[in-house]
C-alpha cells in the first residue's frame, strides 16, 4: 500500500543546530513528494516539491529513490521555524495526496 | 484574495445527524479536494472535484458524498454520522491546468464534533 512515514512525532532542536525531519514512503510508481507545514493559527501550506528542487526558507530535501525517502534539512535553525510539518506523496498522474502522521518541530533560543 | 475559504469554522452534530460542509476554492482555481484530520493524524484524502463531477476518491465510504458548483465552490455531505467522523475537514483548491509541480491551497478547516 502507498503509505508516509514520519518516524518522529516531536523534534526539538536548539536554535542555530542543524534539523533534519525524516519521510519515509512506500511506492512502487514514480512518486511526487512535498512537504507542507503548518504555522501555529495559520492553515496548511505547501513549503517545498522535489520535482522543483528548490530550497524555501533554508530547507531543503532531497528523493533518494533508492532508500525511499524524502527527508527535510536545514543548516541552522530558526525560532520561527517551529511548526508542524507533513510529508505528501502524490501517486503517479493521480490526484490522491497521502499524508504521513506530522513531524511537531520546536526549536527552542 | 481571501484564498480559500471554509464555513462553518465549528459544528456539533448528534450521531446518526446528516451535516453539510462547505468551501470556495481560491480565486482562479477549479478543482477542490476534501480531506479528513483525525487528531493526531496526517491530512486522509477523501475525494476531488473537478467540472462537477467526482474526479477521485479516497477509502471512504458512500455516507460521505460531495457536489461541486459551477462556480467551483463545494460541498461536502456526510450521513449518518458515526463518532468516528469527528475530526477537522480541510478543502483543498488547485488548478487543473498546472505543470506537473502539483500545488494545492488549503482552506482554515471545519471542526466538526459528533457527540
Known amino acids: 500500500a502507498q503509505r508516509v512515514t514520519q518516524p518522529e512525532k516531536l523534534l526539538s532542536v536548539f536554535k542555530g543546530a542543524p534539523v533534519e525531519l525524516k519521510c519515509n514512503y512506500s511506492y512502487s510508481g514514480s512518486p511526487e513528494l512535498f512537504w507542507y507545514v503548518q504555522y501555529s493559527r495559520q492553515r496548511l501550506q505547501l513549503l517545498l516539491r522535489?520535482?522543483s528542487r528548490e530550497s524555501i526558507k533554508g530547507f531543503t530535501a532531497d528523493l533518494n529513490k533508492g532508500e525511499t525517502s524524502f527527508h527535510l534539512k536545514k543548516p541552522f535553525a530558526q525560532e520561527e521555524d517551529s511548526a508542524m510539518y507533513y510529508c505528501?506523496?502524490?501517486?503517479?498522474?493521480?490526484?490522491?495526496?497521502?499524508f504521513g502522521a506530522g513531524t511537531r518541530l520546536t526549536v527552542k533560543p | 484574495d481571501a484564498g480559500v475559504t471554509q464555513s462553518p469554522t465549528h459544528l456539533i452534530k448528534t450521531r446518526g445527524q446528516q451535516v453539510t460542509l462547505r468551501c470556495s476554492p481560491k480565486?482562479?482555481?477549479?478543482?477542490v479536494s476534501w480531506y479528513q484530520q483525525a487528531l493526531g493524524q496526517g491530512p486522509q484524502f477523501i475525494f476531488q472535484y473537478y467540472e462537477e463531477e467526482e474526479r477521485q476518491r479516497g477509502n471512504f465510504p458512500d455516507r460521505f458524498s460531495g457536489h461541486q458548483f459551477p462556480n467551483y465552490s463545494s460541498e461536502l455531505n456526510v450521513n449518518a454520522l458515526l463518532l468516528g467522523d469527528s475530526a477537522l475537514y480541510l478543502c483543498?483548491?488547485?488548478?487543473?491546468?498546472?505543470?506537473?509541480?502539483?500545488?494545492?491551497?488549503f482552506g482554515p478547516g471545519t471542526r466538526l464534533t459528533v457527540t
Open positions: 522535489h520535482i
Open positions: 505528501a506523496l502524490r501517486l503517479y498522474n493521480n490526484n490522491d495526496m497521502r
Open positions: 483543498a483548491s488547485s488548478f487543473s491546468w498546472q505543470p506537473s509541480s502539483y500545488e494545492q491551497y
Open positions: 480565486s482562479g482555481h477549479d478543482t
